[in-house]
Structure formats: structure tokens, C-alpha cells
């Protein structure tokens, strides 16, 4: 790829001027505390995602980790070279000072295929799956957790035979201080009980999260339910998956309701043991 060639891939660069090295294709997609964008390089041709963080609102999110050493999501996104997670290509800050990523163009979001429903993801879960875990697990080896995990957080090729992590922007090293009680962000629907009653955490709170994506690929439905307070105080247990997918493989079904288990001590506690167990699934259904 010529454009590649000019930049290091995955590095920080000189300040990008958006408007005289791009033109923006269709409409913006806003985010929490991003907007992101479909460009073309003016000078390759090549298409891009550029995700353009606000400044204030990712300044107020870094000052919670002030006299940390936190790195940027930029250089945390562009540590990893993985087939299962988004390339980020350049990082920096836009001539107008906001920071950015510049990323491979990926297409439909898993939210937006299980809205679809059965028809997209029957027989091709367990692929999704492990390609999906061993992302995470990658995230977790390289010494980070994600705390950011949903489906809208995985993006499809625009083939879609391969599924990718995306947005590390609300992720930390796994390390220290990162792990004390204090730091709740996240999408609420998928945070761990320890997340949302402020307890210390570990890699294992993206175990859960994982876990009621997997749920949701089967079930079309949220363990907890439609109530977001339910599900973001976990007051009952979850619903077993069976109840929705009766005809799932019951060891499959065992493993997605291990994830989710509301008490950290009994919960799949890696990813490296879901995948382990994950590889002796062979089908969806019995």
C-alpha cells in the first residue's frame, strides 16, 4: 500500500491536516467521545477510517489518571499487529489539536448483524467467536485490559468472514493502579459487578463482557433482560441460555453461562481457558 509506505505503520506522526490530505466519504458516525469518519486519500486513492477524538472530553477522561503514566489510546491501540484486531495505521493530533487515529476501513458492526438476527450468524458463530477471543486474549497477554467490550466494539471485513476488536479508548494497562476501585467506564449493559459496585478489577471483568456478547450472538437477548438497571446490578441471576436456544450444545452452553457468572471467584477466569474449552465445541446446535 503506497500510503503505508510513506508513514510507519501503527506510529505517531507530525500533525495531520484532515482537510488537505483526505476527503471525508459519507457521514460522520459520532461516539461517546469520538466521531469517525470514512476517508479517501487524496493522493493514493485509498480508503481509511480516521477517528477524531474531542479534546475536551478525552482531556477529562485522561486526568483521572494524572501522574499515572497512562498511554494515549493511540499508542495502546497501535501495539498490536493482530488478524483479529483493527490495524491503527498513524496516531497523532489533527492540525486543529485533536487527537486521532487513522485505521483500517472495516465494515458492519456485530451490534448492528445480531440486530439482523439468525440468518447472518447461523453456523458461523463458533468462527466469530474465536476470532473475537483470541483478540481479547491477545489485549490481555499484551498486558491490558479493554473495558470496553460489545458488540458494537466488533467490526466485521467488509467480506465478512473475519470479525476484529476495535476502540481501545477506554482501556489500561493491567497493571498497578489501573486495577484500583474508582475507574468505572464502559457500556453499563456489559460492565462486571465488581466494575459497577467499584471493587477492584482485573482482566476478568472482560471475560464478562465477553461472555454477554457470546450470549447475545445465541440468545438475540441480554442475560438480564431488557432493564438496564437489572442488568447493570445483576439483583437476580442470568437467565440460562438454554431457556432462549434450547438446541444449543450444552457444552457450549455451559461455557457462555461460566463467563457471565456475577461472582468474580466462580467465573471463566481468562481467556485462554474459554478458547481451550471453546476448541472441543465442534458444532452450534446438538
Not at 466485521?156 to 476495535?166: A, R, S
Not at 437489572?230 to 432462549?244: F, K
Given at each position: 500500500?503506497?500510503?503505508l509506505g510513506r508513514f510507519k505503520s501503527g506510529s505517531a506522526a507530525k500533525k495531520l491536516d484532515v482537510k488537505a490530505q483526505f476527503d471525508v466519504?459519507?457521514?460522520?458516525?459520532?461516539?461517546?467521545?469520538?466521531?469517525?469518519?470514512?476517508?479517501?486519500?487524496?493522493?493514493?486513492?485509498?480508503?481509511?477510517?480516521?477517528?477524531?477524538?474531542?479534546?475536551?472530553?478525552?482531556?477529562?477522561?485522561e486526568a483521572r489518571f494524572k501522574g499515572m503514566d497512562k498511554p494515549t489510546e493511540g499508542e495502546i491501540a497501535s501495539k498490536f499487529d493482530h488478524?483479529?484486531?483493527?490495524?491503527?495505521?498513524?496516531?497523532?493530533?489533527?492540525?486543529?489539536?485533536?487527537?486521532?487515529?487513522?485505521?483500517?476501513?472495516?465494515?458492519?458492526?456485530?451490534?448492528?448483524?445480531?440486530?439482523?438476527?439468525?440468518?447472518?450468524?447461523?453456523?458461523?458463530?463458533?468462527?466469530?467467536?474465536?476470532?473475537?477471543?483470541?483478540?481479547?486474549?491477545?489485549?490481555?497477554?499484551?498486558?491490558?485490559?479493554?473495558?470496553?467490550?460489545?458488540?458494537?466494539?466488533?467490526?466485521?471485513?467488509?467480506?465478512?468472514?473475519?470479525?476484529?476488536?476495535?476502540?481501545?479508548?477506554?482501556?489500561?494497562?493491567?497493571?498497578?493502579?489501573?486495577?484500583?476501585?474508582?475507574?468505572?467506564?464502559?457500556?453499563?449493559?456489559?460492565?462486571?459487578?465488581?466494575?459497577?459496585?467499584?471493587?477492584?478489577?482485573?482482566?476478568?471483568?472482560?471475560?464478562?463482557?465477553?461472555?454477554?456478547?457470546?450470549?447475545?450472538?445465541?440468545?438475540?437477548?441480554?442475560?438480564?433482560?431488557?432493564?438496564?438497571?437489572?442488568?447493570?446490578?445483576?439483583?437476580?441471576?442470568?437467565?440460562?441460555?438454554?431457556?432462549?436456544?434450547?438446541?444449543?450444545?450444552?457444552?457450549?452452553?455451559?461455557?457462555?453461562?461460566?463467563?457471565?457468572?456475577?461472582?468474580?471467584?466462580?467465573?471463566?477466569?481468562?481467556?485462554?481457558?474459554?478458547?481451550?474449552?471453546?476448541?472441543?465445541?465442534?458444532?452450534?446446535?446438538?
Amino acid at each position: 500500500m503506497a500510503f503505508l509506505g510513506r508513514f510507519k505503520s501503527g506510529s505517531a506522526a507530525k500533525k495531520l491536516d484532515v482537510k488537505a490530505q483526505f476527503d471525508v466519504l459519507g457521514d460522520p458516525h459520532p461516539g461517546r467521545k469520538s466521531t469517525v469518519y470514512r476517508v479517501r486519500d487524496r493522493n493514493t486513492r485509498e480508503e481509511f477510517a480516521l477517528k477524531i477524538l474531542d479534546a475536551k472530553k478525552t482531556a477529562e477522561y485522561e486526568a483521572r489518571f494524572k501522574g499515572m503514566d497512562k498511554p494515549t489510546e493511540g499508542e495502546i491501540a497501535s501495539k498490536f499487529d493482530h488478524r483479529f484486531i483493527c490495524k491503527t495505521i498513524q496516531f497523532g493530533k489533527t492540525s486543529e489539536g485533536s487527537p486521532y487515529l487513522l485505521l483500517e476501513l472495516l465494515g458492519a458492526s456485530l451490534k448492528y448483524i445480531i440486530g439482523i438476527g439468525e440468518k447472518v450468524l447461523a453456523g458461523r458463530r463458533l468462527k466469530y467467536l474465536r476470532q473475537a477471543g483470541e483478540a481479547l486474549e491477545t489485549v490481555h497477554k499484551t498486558g491490558f485490559i479493554h473495558r470496553d467490550i460489545s458488540p458494537r466494539n466488533f467490526l466485521f471485513t467488509e467480506d465478512g468472514e473475519v470479525l476484529k476488536l476495535t476502540d481501545f479508548g477506554y482501556a489500561v494497562p493491567a497493571t498497578g493502579r489501573f486495577l484500583e476501585p474508582g475507574n468505572r467506564t464502559g457500556t453499563p449493559e456489559y460492565m462486571a459487578p465488581e466494575l459497577i459496585r467499584l471493587h477492584r478489577t482485573d482482566h476478568r471483568l472482560d471475560v464478562f463482557a465477553f461472555g454477554i456478547v457470546a450470549y447475545e450472538m445465541f440468545a438475540f437477548k441480554h442475560p438480564w433482560g431488557h432493564s438496564v438497571t437489572g442488568a447493570v446490578w445483576h439483583a437476580n441471576p442470568p437467565t440460562d441460555i438454554r431457556e432462549y436456544r434450547p438446541e444449543i450444545e450444552p457444552h457450549l452452553a455451559e461455557l457462555i453461562m461460566s463467563t457471565i457468572q456475577p461472582d468474580v471467584t466462580k467465573r471463566c477466569p481468562s481467556m485462554g481457558q474459554f478458547l481451550n474449552a471453546l476448541r472441543r465445541v465442534e458444532k452450534e446446535t446438538v
